[in-house]
């Protein structure tokens, strides 16, 4: 099995910043991609950033993300980080990890989702 867990999550002023972490373990063979979902209240979820493993490790950002949030992921420890910045209070959300993991050479790779993260941005 797999799981992953995020934190750093909390409250911010707006303009603020926050750094989120999100760690994968279990039995894992390959991780695909690793990125960021938020779902505010009454609305669905949506992609935030990821990174998508392969040659390039190719990154695809949201365009609300694009000039104030910034993913990175460390592959040797199957872990994501979302830098935010300039929080705004529209970005109050739950942030969820996201995998696309493999757990062994013969199967395909499978959705995962972390327990979520709050973000609360007000004054």
């Known amino acids: 099995q797999v799981q992953l867990v995020e934190s750093g999550g909390g409250w911010v002023q707006p303009g603020g910043s926050l750094r989120l972490t999100c760690v994968a373990s279990g039995t894992i063979f390959n991780v695909h991609s690793m990125g960021w979902y938020r779902q505010a209240p009454e609305k669905q979820r949506e992609l935030v950033a990821r990174?998508?493993?392969?040659?390039?490790?190719?990154?695809e950002y949201a365009d609300f993300a694009k000039d104030r949030f910034i993913i990175s992921r460390d592959h040797a420890k199957n872990m994501v980080y979302l830098a935010l910045d300039s929080l705004k209070p529209e970005d109050t959300a739950v942030y969820y990890c996201?995998?696309?993991?493999?757990?062994?050479?013969?199967?395909?790779?499978?959705?995962?989702w972390g327990q979520g993260t709050q973000v609360t941005v007000s004054s």
């Open positions: 996201h995998g696309d993991i493999q757990t062994n050479w013969a199967r395909s790779p499978m959705p995962y």
């Open positions: 990174v998508i493993s392969g040659g390039r490790g190719t990154i």
